[in-house]
């Protein structure tokens, strides 16, 4: 099956060892929204909301669309959202809203995700050529 470490059927997206972890960082992330200064509360707190959501909902999607290539863009689209979270990451660190160690971990995190959506990305791609 894809995307379990523990080979347990995957019945529903949130089964997906990528989803749970990404579900952490989404959470870590609205963590570090709520601490920024006032004056980024609809600005970079706002972007990084929206990213962190974007890899957990694309994962979603896609899990729940019918082909194996529609799944892949999905997960396209959530990888692209995960870049564009850690560059607003960089931009957190710039700023001094977070301290090199939790940017670190944050970066480490997200890292996690990004492996873990790469090779569910190609399991996918993998199913997709079996049944072709």
């Not at 980024?40 to 909301?49: C, H, P, V, W």
């Not at 909902?57 to 729940?64: I, P, R």
């Not at 529609?70 to 809203?97: I, K, P, V, W």
Request: glycine share 6%.
């Amino acid at each position: 099956m894809i995307g379990t470490k523990a080979n347990a059927p995957i019945k529903d997206f949130k089964d997906l060892e990528v989803w749970k972890v990404a579900r952490v960082l989404r959470q870590e992330i609205y963590k570090l929204a709520r601490q920024l200064p006032d004056f980024e509360k609809y600005g970079m707190a706002s972007q990084l909301r929206r990213a962190a959501v974007s890899v957990t909902a694309n994962l979603a999607e896609g899990f729940g669309r019918f082909g194996f290539q529609e799944n892949a863009q999905f997960c396209r689209h959530a990888r692209g959202s995960l870049y564009e979270l850690r560059d607003h990451l960089s931009t957190c660190l710039d700023e001094n809203y977070l301290t090199t160690e939790e940017s670190i971990r944050l970066e480490q995190l997200a890292s996690t995700v990004g492996r873990l959506l790469n090779g569910y990305l190609r399991a996918t791609l993998a199913m997709k050529r079996e049944v072709a």
